[in-house]
């Protein structure tokens, strides 16, 4: 019996540790699905005859956050009958993206209340597969995309696809130090976070002070964001000097509600009162080795994002930071036919609705070259 799509994306969250909170219902998935997860001669069989044996395919998507579930529900509707491979625990993120890191998302429209993020990408999963999407919990990692059809492929099965959009992301880099996890350990989503746009709104850090990890333009972006809800923003930096532009440097600088704590590292994070979420940091100056309390509601890292483009293997061209370059305008890679969405692309706005957006246009692109291969096709015959 076919299980329902939603129960089983998330039983797969919940054994990767997504679902804080539900430790009963992650005992019983998790025994569910170790006991059906082990490998067989028969299970190997089958992986090597879906490899040998590839399936076709318009558009082949690769990712599962807001831009691939966007980019299917739109090529789905217009009945490409599209691919997409959702991952399993690539780069460490669960299917669904970074936003099944988060909790509440309160700027994504549609949702007055906020909707958590889990809630968010299980919507935007039933809605791919509602007009026809076919997903596989496939990590992909390997491509060949030096002639048409492309090809895709997975540990257990290949797929040839006469376009391919690639939506993979990109994953903000975080620091590891006791307290930086997830909880009940640390405090990750309970205080610390690596979107300031994202999260900074909270009621958890409105008029309280933050700090922001970092000394590039992100760190003092986010910073300055933070000054409209904080009662002061620190900014701690392991050197005497910023690598930040000259404008973004002297603006974070000029804030009153700034103050930079030079050559400063944070060795721990601990919790404060008793729900569970941020109190403080213990930071360290690497020229005194002195420690010291650092009492803050909130710390955000700002020192980059790593976009998931190594599986292209050079074969897209990246820009010096790893990310697609795309034509202007347009969601066109270096190779005609394959297409990309979202963060992977994206350095700069790095938002759920943005990558949505995108998203959009990169099946509409995609739609646009299948008609026109389909006609010069037509004009051979």
């Known amino acids: 019996m076919t299980r329902n799509p939603c129960s089983r994306f998330k039983a797969l969250l919940v054994k990767a540790g997504t679902f804080v909170g539900l430790a009963g219902t992650a005992a019983a998935a998790a025994l569910s699905l170790s006991t059906s997860a082990a490998p067989s001669a028969a299970a190997a069989a089958a992986a090597a005859a879906s490899i040998d044996s590839p399936l076709r395919t318009k558009v082949c998507i690769i990712g599962s956050g807001p831009a691939g579930h966007t980019a299917a529900i739109y090529a789905a509707r217009a009945e490409l009958k599209p691919i997409l491979f959702e991952g399993w625990m690539a780069n460490g993120i669960a299917p669904g993206g970074q936003l099944?890191?988060?909790?509440e998302v309160e700027n994504f429209p549609g949702f007055p209340e906020g909707i958590h993020g889990i809630a968010l990408m299980d919507r935007c999963r039933k809605q791919s597969l509602r007009f026809g999407t076919q997903i596989f919990t496939e990590t992909v990692n390997k491509v060949d995309f030096s002639s048409s059809p492309f090809e895709v492929f997975t540990d257990s099965r290949s797929v040839?696809?006469?376009?391919?959009i690639v939506a993979t992301g990109a994953i903000a880099k975080r620091l590891n130090f006791p307290g930086?996890?997830?909880?009940?350990?640390?405090?990750?989503?309970?205080?610390?976070?690596?979107?300031?746009?994202?999260?900074?709104?909270a009621p958890l850090f409105r008029n309280k002070p933050l700090a922001v990890i970092g000394g590039g333009d992100s760190a003092m972006e986010e910073s300055t964001f933070l000054t409209k809800y904080a009662s002061k923003v620190y900014i701690i930096h392991r050197r005497d000097a910023f690598r930040a532009s000259k404008i973004m440097k002297a603006?974070?600088?000029?804030?009153?509600?700034i103050e930079v704590l030079w050559n400063t590292v944070v060795e721990e994070a601990y919790g404060g009162g008793d729900r569970g979420t941020l109190g403080g940091l213990k930071i360290k100056n690497v020229v005194t080795n002195e420690v010291s309390d650092l009492k803050v509601s909130g710390l955000f890292f700002a020192i980059g994002h790593e976009p998931a483009t190594k599986f292209l293997d050079g074969q897209l061209e990246l820009d010096s930071g790893g990310y697609i370059v795309t034509k202007p305008d347009s969601t066109h890679t270096s190779v005609r036919g394959v297409f990309a969405a979202g963060d992977v692309h994206d350095k700069k706005y790095r938002q759920a609705i943005t990558a949505a957006g995108v998203g959009c246009k990169a099946a509409l692109d995609a739609e646009h070259y299948l008609q026109e291969i389909g006609d010069q096709q037509d004009k051979r015959d």
Do not use: H, Q
């Not at 996890?181 to 690596?194: D, H, L, R, T, V």
């Not at 603006?251 to 009153?256: D, Q, S, V």
């Open 180 to 201: 930086s996890g997830s909880p009940p350990e640390g405090f990750w989503n309970k205080g610390i976070s690596a979107c300031a746009v994202c999260d900074g709104a």
């Open 251 to 257: 603006r974070a600088l000029a804030n009153p509600k």
């Open 160 to 164: 040839l696809a006469d376009s391919v």
């Open 100 to 103: 099944t890191t988060t909790t």
